[in-house]
């Protein structure tokens, strides 16, 4: 019986990092995972410093992800840790994330899963070989008002879905900020870094996630127009698209980057014959569902959310509200669930079993391929998804 | 001196219509307008009840609109009407709009302008050889804090404009209504009486009119999605479009009736690179703006905006909401500044004249042929504003 | 019968006056009154000038209220007035009021009703007497949302009522502006022209009238706090009230005036056994339904409203917002209607007797009494409602 | 040097809790603090196996807290517990607290402080006598927008502070749920368990507490209305005060746990003369500001919050919520911090010592005794803070 703690280990995270933080937060909070070691910087100097602030033994901080799994692997069972997450930029996902497994390692991955698509099929096979648990930590769809909304459209309360609006509006590059100091603006804007697409890899692939996830629907044509509004920006920091799904229905996705004084404005609106419902990010514990026979109603999270699966990812009576950490603690916490239910001989449940893992990855990795055919020219065409013209 | 209120006659606008009454509590509010004559239903009796429930004397009410215009003709100065609203559908908007012109009457016009671009190029040539004063109700470009994000723009506040989202969901039309006795959706679908669009033509001109009035910037090129989403319905229901304008900023508007639970929700955002302005329809009254270096303002309506043609146009003191019937009044305010300042051989100042006119009513022609011609099909292209393909 | 506008006349009301130009929106607004004479000012060339920019003949323009009273009835029945608006200050309410009904003339009357409780019953006396119309402009209780509240709460919708908190933050007085020329400032924080209370006559009056409205409960005792904020005022500019109920309900009261930076934010909230309302008049269109155990409806004007006293005060369909003038214009329409069917010998239904009338004044000077004497000094108590200490 | 995280010990909080597992995932997920030890129930059973679920070994759980300060003060310096979480009913705050200090172990406690005020001024003495660290978990005041509201005020961003309304509605005990077996309703309504006050008690002085600490200012006088609305309840599940503060402010304060529908509505608005700010809870991350001569401005946690102590209180960057989890977490992480540096002989900085300790416990207990005493009966009165009557 694995009655303990599972033991996290990270690359990247260091102490100058953004997500590395919001990783450990998530981790951390539901008292299933301890962080035991990591390889937090290519910078020795931080790495080193970093694991002295996260109060880990100088021998578990490693100079190189190379020499982590190695050592780790050498550890006693009782000792090494049992997955890692992997907190760097996109082009430092694949060759980490496939050592790990090839090593014995579950892997938690931030999105997008890889640099490219062909990574992302790689990185499928030898999970599947190795029989690993991965997640991919798309934090969106970790929200239990989320989880709601996915539950009641699929029991059909609204009725045949026709539409989906998804947007997803930030403004913190609607100025050159990559030119300015700015990490974070810097390696996302830069194709050798980032990948063949900026705003639509950054953030379009969450608004994608989030609207197959709810929908319980799959795109199967994309119409695009990908921008570069702030001049001399070498990928796009702008777009929308017209999406096509399965079931004939019908999606419009905006995503950008350069709306100035906007936040991190995530938003979803699905419609279906009966009803429709409206989740905003920024207000993360109200679902409003809205009928065409009876009053709007609000769902609020920790008190008339009426599915098993909100009530699991809930932590807080009605009113508490829970935010964007605990959203992205769901992902850790399913996934550190199913870590112990596999290491103990039992079967996962299903509500164990939710989160975000290598389909949706390469989902991602097809939607910016896809969006980037169909967008980045003037002669605009509908492109089959997961096809490039 | 016309030292008097401003004579009105109606063509539509029986008990029964909708679009009538908002007219007339539009018209009569301010006091500068009274109801003096109008034949009011293609059915004689609706007309004549609806004269006594107007308190018009009998001979007054006239049978059809030939007959009105040509006895008014007749009338004296101090008695004849100055001007007519026609709120009609579609189809019977040229003719009569033409006739009264033609008797010297002044007009007031609801949208679309007409059934054709062809009509509106008419109706434009008329209104310049007759020097006769006309008006379209976009009624949404009536809100004082419309008004004020258009001045704003114009000023620069919120810098070059780079990015619009303006978007019009309504859910009236996610059933099939129009077999169901509903009158309003019964020739809002048929391609007969509201022409060659269905929701682009009824509310996608309003978002496109909103747009262009806000930003003061033209549309040139668009690329769009329309679709039929309810089964068997012969006109788009939903639609979406990218836009292009003439300073390089780009543009995604969407319009649609099935969003089922959807009242009228008209909303624009508007980013440029200091800031960006958000307005909602519903809650008229409040102007959000949003800022890269500084705290979001919310600007109220008779508290904090601060431009002299949000002013003009709000007739309470902040925290008094006005609502779409004083937006529906401000046009007919201008309309009747006007026409009063013309009679009396001033010279209208810009904000009298701030309503919209035959130029608007001819862009929305326009961008019904544009869409449609853009949307319909599978091979989507990006179109030039105006042009059919 | 009567089957034309009725005709009114105005006392106060000039140009340069506030609550004037709102009365004249609201009457006019549904074609069922037209201004036909006034005494507009006590300054005579502003009530000439008042006359022009209103359209009337110069002989139907007077210098006293005197003389209107006088020379109105001396006209035709045809041509003379049928009621009279007078929207003076405080202490010009109740002369012009009795003049008006003992020459025959229906009376609409700014609140608060009379500048003493004596006053007031007199008035009262004088009504009965005539059995002439009277409506008292309590604009609040003319929101289709609020009739909604009430009837659902009539009807045991909510259970047994509990609790209410009534809460009016204005922050226009935060400074002392009376000093700087603001005329609506002036006399309102003075005894001699307002009364004893300031603040709570003001507004305090206004929640006090839309908690009994809604609730259909009587306040029956109170125990006040009335302060003083901004210093050398001589009336009260801020306080709260304790209320008990008849039923046994409690009640919270807040009406302040020094709340710097809010505009009219005029609230209420509502419990009962099974679940409360909510409603702020600066979002008048939506009435909160919040319930012990099923989600939050939003109820929405010309949507989900679900009764008929909603529908017969709401003009516009859903997500056509309606505003303060159009909950104004429910007191006269329905006054209007009132007096219509009176003179032409029909019983007015109960929707046409929903407007505020003397009862509700009389309440809101006992309210003013009550208030003061339990809350301007430092040995609270509890004041039964209508009681001096 | 203390180079390590810090270990916690917890009274209470077994699986059956509510309030402990909001103190675990508070104190876990910055990952300053380590679970260690217990005594999770009075049922040895329950505490057991709550110490399996929190992967402790079996002898850290303890059967009494008597044995687990015995036991753990037996343990070497390297192993043994730093301080003790206590999160059990109030009558049962006191004796361990006290324990915990006699046998050197810093203590965090549950508010409200005790049962009675005079085990709070016992334990203040206790407190300065050991010189321990103590904190008492105030959550609201934890919140970023809460801290840069106390800081706009205190630099006098506002001008003179006039006037607080503070209200904290919930409907959870519209019913008589104590009776239906609700645990936490049980002891909450019960006097032997709760105290002398019930809704007053329970979240009436996190009201109190919040407007002292916001403001920056002391209640020095209270007249109150506490009122029983659900039938044979023995404590006051709903009530009101008036509060005058030192400079001469004037406060408002409302709490009831009647209000059928809300959730944990505290809320709070306060006025100075050139401002107010208004917070509520159930959406955090917001602060509006609203003046008397600019636009309302909405601050923004991670986004447009100036001030230094709101930014060491916040761990996402705008737009990414925070919630009531992080308010909590604030309280340990500046615990932690400051039990660190005590034990490293550094000084705490100022930041490190903003969170609530005995001296709010006690203000905590004297506002009970204050409520109390000036709302139970008829004969209301102003009652100086702190006096008994």
Known sequence: MMNRKLRMGMVGGGTDAFIGAIHRLAALMDNQIELVCGCFSVNPEISKESGRQYFLPEDRVYETYQEMFEKETQL????????????????????????????????????????????????????????????????????????QAKQMIAEGRLGKIRKVFVEYPQGWLSSKVEDAGNAQASWRTDPKRSGKAGCMGDIGTHAHHLAEYIMGLK????????????????????????????????????????????????????????????????????????????????????????????????????????????????????????????????????????????????????????VVSAGYNDEVKWVKFGEEI
Request: hydrophobic share 40%.
């Open 76 to 147: 006693p069972e009782g000792e090494r840790m049992d997955f890692v997450s992997i907190v760097t930029p996109n082009f430092v996902h694949f060759a980490p994330a496939m050592m790990a497994l090839d090593n014995g390692f579950n892997v938690v991955l931030d999105k997008p899963i890889t640099f490219t698509l062909d990574e992302a099929l790689k990185l499928k096979d030898k999970i599947e070989e190795t029989g690993l648990t991965f997640a991919l930590t798309h934090t969106y769809s970790g929200y239990p008002a989320v989880k």
């Open 219 to 370: 795109v199967t044509e994309i119409c695009a127009d990908l921008n570069v509004l702030v001049p001399n920006r070498l990928l796009d920091d702008d777009g929308a698209a017209f999406m096509r799904f399965e079931n004939g229905a019908m999606g419009v996705l905006m995503a950008t980057q350069i709306a100035a004084g906007e936040e991190n404005a995530i938003r979803i609106r699905v419609y279906g014959e009966k009803g429709g419902i409206d989740w905003e990010q920024m207000e993360p514990n109200t679902l409003k569902v809205k009928w065409v026979d009876q009053p709007m109603q609000v769902l609020r999270v920790g008190t008339s959310m009426d599915t098993a699966v909100a009530a699991h990812n809930t932590r807080t009576p009605g009113g508490h509200p829970e935010g964007y950490l605990e959203a992205f603690a769901n992902i850790y916490k399913n996934f550190a669930l199913t870590v112990r239910a596999k290491a103990n001989g039992e079967a996962p449940t299903p509500e164990m079993l939710d989160f975000p893992g290598v389909e949706d990855g390469i989902r991602g990795m097809q939607f910016i391929d896809t």
